[in-house]
């Protein structure tokens, strides 16, 4: 539990009172490390920063909208994203996930929820860094450096492509769970990734020659029949 509150939690929010009280109550709960920016203008400016381990993000910021955002934000990284907006229809609430938002809560809310919702997101996104920065994860006697994009295996390195990377990190972030062909296409693709499946199952196998022993028979990268994909703990 330690290592989840220690993670930064970026908040995007016009309201400066909602910003501070957020990071107050959350800050009473544990998570000592809450940043908080209030425009798309300087969101942008923390795009690349690989610390961020959950953004917090509003739709209707005063520069730009947070859909728009997320959009961006999908085409570089994986890191978990909660969506906290006024605007409660079904269409945006289903807009927001299909983004590939983690989870979408509606102003006005509990706190005791939030602070519930951010700690399952990172309970199951962080679980396998040893530190909230960590980038490697260790699958038997393969090691992935995800900075680097290097697999090693026998001591021998290989370079993963950055649709295998992502393939990989979003795997590695639901781990144990089963990634649906949509969530992973939706991943590496974003919009308008129908059709793509089969590309999916070439990543995928190149994926476990990388890193299984025998990619015919594979212990990590597993497949659920008709579902998706999973990472094996």
């Known amino acids: 539990m330690a290592e989840i509150q220690d993670s930064l939690i970026l908040f995007v929010d016009d309201n400066i009172e909602l910003c501070s009280m957020v990071k107050e109550l959350m800050g009473k709960a544990g998570f000592t490390h809450i940043e908080t920016v209030y425009s798309i203008k300087e969101a942008e400016k923390r795009i690349h920063d690989e610390r961020i381990r959950l953004w917090i ?6 520069d730009g909208s947070g859909f728009s955002f997320m959009e961006e934000l999908r085409k570089l990284s994986s890191v978990p994203v909660l ?10 609430r289903l807009l927001g996930l299909g983004l590939g938002a983690d989870d979408y809560m509606t102003k006005p809310f509990l706190m005791k929820e939030l602070i519930l919702r951010v700690t399952a997101i990172l309970r199951r996104t962080c679980h396998y860094e040893e530190k909230p920065h960590s980038s490697i994860l260790i699958l038997g006697a393969c090691r992935v ?12 390195e290989t370079a993963l492509t950055a649709k295998e990377l992502l393939l990989l990190k979003k795997l590695a972030e639901n781990r144990g769970n089963i990634v649906t062909f949509d969530a992973l296409c939706d991943t590496i693709w974003g919009d308008g990734y129908y059709g793509y499946e089969n590309t999916l199952m070439v ?9 299984e022993e025998d990619p015919s028979h594979p212990l990590w990268l597993l497949t659920v029949r008709g579902l998706g994909y999973k990472l094996a703990k």
């Open 83 to 92: 969506f906290l907006s006024a605007r409660d229809e079904d269409e945006d």
């Open 57 to 62: 993000l509003d739709v209707n910021l005063p």
């Open 203 to 211: 990543h995928m196998r190149r994926l476990r020659e990388k890193i």
């Open 145 to 156: 450096d995800f900075a680097s994009a290097v697999v090693t295996r026998k001591g021998e």
